[in-house]
């Protein structure tokens, strides 16, 4: 899948008319700078329904799945990671209950 697919999504497999969907862009916290994240929400929604927790393992893999969308400098993925669990744990609790 490339990546006009992976942001606009596969024709073939959307029921929409158009056959496409747009990821969102979400703000959040990367040490202490607002950073736009695309696909934030869609994969923290896909992780949730896999059954992944917050813990160390899935910020690695979200790291991996998110720089697919966006660019992550080099060396900074530790910064990233830490953001990104951030987010996915207020997810995770949200749904929990």
Known sequence: MGLKDKIFGDK?????????????????NVNGRSVGIMGLDET????FKKGKKPED?????LVE???????????????YKKAFLAEYQRYWEARKK
């Open 12 to 28: 073939g497999s959307s029921g929409c008319c158009c056959g496409t969907r747009i990821v969102g862009l979400r703000q959040i």
């Open 57 to 61: 393992s899935t910020g690695n893999e």
């Open 44 to 47: 923290l929604q896909e992780f």
């Open 65 to 79: 799945e998110l720089k697919k969308l966006n660019f992550i400098a080099e060396g900074a993925e530790e910064m």
